[in-house]
């Protein structure tokens, strides 16, 4: 059957990211797959490239009357069957017919937003235990997770970005957004001296962080990348990733970090505390603790068999519950049962 997968988000984030790869991923395991979203040409060209039909449309706000009516037009001009609603906005712009919808979940969403889907899927099991406690039929909700894999890129050159080919590298990737905490992390780097901080994302905090990175006197060892499309370069380049964010229902991050085998310290926040095995796999902080960020970064730099412990154990993790057949298999099962009568 042909699933339509709606975007309505034009942001550059790690939910719009994987909606690429998840689509390119069942486009290529022969589960005919289409999409529509929002203009963004960067996101475009990389569904082109992956030979996934994509169709621009306006995905516009409360006033917008047309999106419906397009969506339902390329719907039912390449055949789909099931339409796949990413976050609210798209959800809101899926219009009933013929065939069944599905609301993926990527976090603690609005379900008024979903009145009538016949379909949840949640990236995490506490989101989906979540939506049940608000009053979702738990025989109309699946736990599916993102998955992640090793991008086959050389590593990004220091050199490039004027950073020591000796220097420890910490990566930091997430929007320029409170919730992601990069203030920590900068903050973190007062006291981890030599080392240099690259922050990838974009967002309106950029300002604010550059002027904190000058206060604390370490403007000179924070790299402000913007948006990456070689996030693989920088995980090949980077010695630990950082992930300090303050709310993250998952943290893709983390998984990408394992697959990449790059070790990760993240704040316990719901996301990366019910992923991460504190020690074995990556290391927990207390939310929004630079001291404790710190503190454990300097200690995995100064050890470097740990780091590649870690490293070994995250990649297991990927290859055992977060591969792309996995994740894929998933999606197929579920498609099949909403196809049958």
Known sequence: MTALHLLGSGADGG???????????????????????????GRELALARQGVLARRLLFGGPLD??????????????GAQVLVAWMN????????????????????????????????????????????????PADRIRHIPNFAAAKDSPPQDRAALDTPADAPV??????LHKVKAQDVAIAALA????????????????????????????ADRVRFLGWREDAGALYAAADLCIFPSRYEPLGNV?????????????????????LIRDGTDGVLIPVDDAASLA????????????????AVRGK????????EAAVVAQWRTLLAEMEAP
């Open 254 to 274: 983390v998984i990408q970090a394992w697959a990449h085998g790059l070790p990760v310290i993240a704040a316990a926040s719901q996301g990366p505390s019910a």
């Open 89 to 136: 906005r798209a959800a809101r712009h899926a219009p009933d017919g013929p065939w069944k919808r599905i609301g993926r979940l990527g976090g603690y969403y609005k379900l008024k937003n979903y009145q009538g889907f016949d379909m949840l899927v949640a990236n995490t099991a506490h989101i989906a235990a979540w939506a049940v406690g608000e009053g979702w």
């Open 295 to 310: 503190e454990a970064a300097q200690r995995l730099l100064d050890d470097p068999a740990a780091r590649a412990t870690m």
């Open 65 to 78: 009357i047309v999106t419906r009516f397009q969506v339902a037009a390329f719907a039912k001009r390449s």
């Open 191 to 218: 006291s981890i001296p030599g080392a240099y901080l690259w922050i990838a994302g974009t967002g309106p905090l950029e300002g604010e962080l550059k002027a904190q990175a000058a206060r604390l006197g370490v």
């Open 316 to 323: 297991a993790r990927v290859a055992d519950e977060f591969s």
């Open 170 to 175: 910490l990566l930091a990737l997430g929007r």
């Open 15 to 41: 939910a719009e990211t994987y909606f690429v790869e998840l689509t390119a991923a069942l486009h290529r395991a022969g589960l005919p797959t289409v999409c529509a979203l929002r203009r963004h040409p």
